[in-house]
């Protein structure tokens, strides 16, 4: 980056969990463990919904999304006194392959307890890594109540998922490389869950750049972060409806403020659309990216982007897809029915 | 390339419909119409195969296949006077979308003879590229009557999908592509079909590096070509029986001569087998490859490369994805049945 960049660098004021500091260090920390994705674009798609797109190929990270990026900032800040007794967390999703994954990094024990309904690729990802899977009911308090006992057990430090200064810092780092790749950045749409993802890009992409908006999108039945933007607190999510596995959570109390302050609008969009989302992805970009992950392009080409002002008059805008672990076994199911040898 | 790389060289004799000098003068011809495609790497398949795999992403190329790179050589080498009659071809598959593309970036009609069972995805794709479609039944007389007669009609000029030099030499550019990428390649394993795309890559690299193994990779159900290489003549393919829909033609009069010489062996795999290569790259990779372009990876993995003396001493190993249209109604079937907004 430029000299004039950064003079105009805005350094905010540390009343969050995470800021631009926090954020270039986390770079700094992880950057041997991770991959710089490359940003993709389609002719077809740019046309179809006449500005410029560019998506941020988080699919192709290690361990299939995002969530390493967090997992190693948390990991390889721990002190080596504390990172020997191990690192745990509950989750269903790409986080506890991520957890797995930094843990085998900085060869430490790992411990995940996950639902038993969580996704078979999900799992798979564990076990790839090497992580201790430690089963738990689907309910949030199963999960907790064995999480607790293992932590007392064991000594283990917990990697929350996305509630934690250095999963926020570790995330922003993508709004780090994204700017760098598309400096004309005029938007970045991020999916959201709990709020890891999209408050550290916030802070990171606003700490840089102070006039670049970040959207939110969040699928309809599970959308707590545009209802408590709306009623300006956090709102829970009870029994959250949609195929969108990794957009469940709901916000945490470091997670919020950003979002509350930093986060120019939420999107939000059914189940349906996130599935035209996903094949245009799969047919245009040859890519694999699960439901999570391709919100962002459902978002933009959506009834509420094409009516928003803020979203309509941008000319360039960066999408992050969040990930690529989706289970096609029904694609392969089908596909085997119509070998001929 | 270094100098040494020239010294090395070998300039075939011109007794093939294309030599490392045509494929050369390819690269030049077409290099502003077409994409470098990137080389992707797994560790976790280099792990599972062994040794390290390097694939050549066609799967990412206009029109997502190769497919362009022979059809724009042919269509850029006629003259103005010949090519504005515009070009003909008959194409069930990415030839067909290929032919439409090259017409457009040289801005001149194109005529495609379709079949009517051909795959939705691939029909989409010569629509997209203002292909003028006319459909023929499924056999190959109706097609070829039906194109004698389109040409009768416009003087358009027909571009064969493989039995052709100028169409080879443009295949062949994935070769110079791909070793200087990965100069380190022992071999390289490429689907055939045809024939137009192995014979393209055999004269390219062995032109180059003429240690080089160059391995086909044909599905069981229609392994015309493993089987002329047995008996040292053209086998024709009747009524080929395979899930790889790109694999179905039989070798013609200028692809044989290529494959009986320089292509050191062919590698037969059944279509689960193929599926399951397919799988492996949605998961490991993350991208999406139609049956044709997966088959490289399922013949490394199979049996008979595992015991054959010249595939299994190879160390750094190139496969050709070749091609990513595929129909994946199914998935997006499942998808939206799975959809809870």
Chains 1, 2 share one sequence.
Not at 104 to 115: E, G, N, S, T, W
Not at 135 to 145: N, T, V
Request: with cysteine; glycine share 8%.
């Amino acid at each position: 980056m430029g000299t004039t960049e950064k003079q105009n660098e805005v350094y905010l004021e540390p009343e969050y969990a995470a800021d631009l500091a926090s954020i270039r260090k986390a770079r700094k920390r992880i950057e041997t463990f991770i991959d710089t994705t490359p940003v993709l674009k389609s002719s077809f798609i740019d046309e179809l919904s006449g500005r410029k797109l560019f998506f941020k190929a988080e699919n192709f990270q290690k361990g299939g999304a995002f969530k390493i990026r967090g997992a190693c900032n948390a990991v390889f800040s721990l002190p080596d006194e504390v990172a020997k007794r191990g690192i745990l967390t509950h989750s269903s999703g790409n986080h506890a392959a991520a957890v797995a994954l930094a843990a085998k990094l900085r060869d430490i024990p790992a411990h995940i307890v996950i639902p038993k309904n969580a996704p078979q690729c999900k799992i798979d990802n564990v076990n790839q890594y090497g992580g201790r899977i430690v089963w738990a009911d689907s309910s949030i308090e199963s999960r907790e109540a064995i999480a607790a006992k293992v932590q007392e057990e064991t000594g283990a430090v917990m990697i929350h998922p996305f509630n934690d200064g250095n999963v926020i810092s570790g995330q922003g780092t993508i709004a780090l490389e994204f700017l760098e790749q598309v400096p004309e950045l005029e938007a970045i749409v991020v999916p959201i869950s709990g709020g890891g993802l999209i408050s550290g890009i916030a802070l990171g992409a606003k700490g840089i750049k102070p006039t670049i908006k970040i959207f939110g999108a969040e699928p309809y039945g599970a959308s707590d972060a545009a209802q408590s933007k709306a009623t300006n607190t956090i709102v829970r999510n009870v029994s959250p409806r949609t195929l969108a596995d990794g957009l469940r959570a709901q916000l945490g109390d470091l997670t919020w403020p950003v979002i509350r302050d930093l986060v120019d609008d939420i999107i939000v969009v059914n189940d349906k659309d996130i599935v035209k989302g996903m094949k245009m992805l799969y047919e245009s970009l040859k890519i694999v990216v699960e439901p999570s992950g391709a919100i962002g392009l459902a978002a933009v080409l959506s009834k509420q982007s094409a009516s928003h002002p803020d979203v309509a008059e941008c000319r360039s805008i960066g999408i992050v897809l969040s990930g690529g672990n989706v289970d096609l076994d029904p694609l392969w199911d089908y596909m085997n029915c119509a070998c001929q040898t």
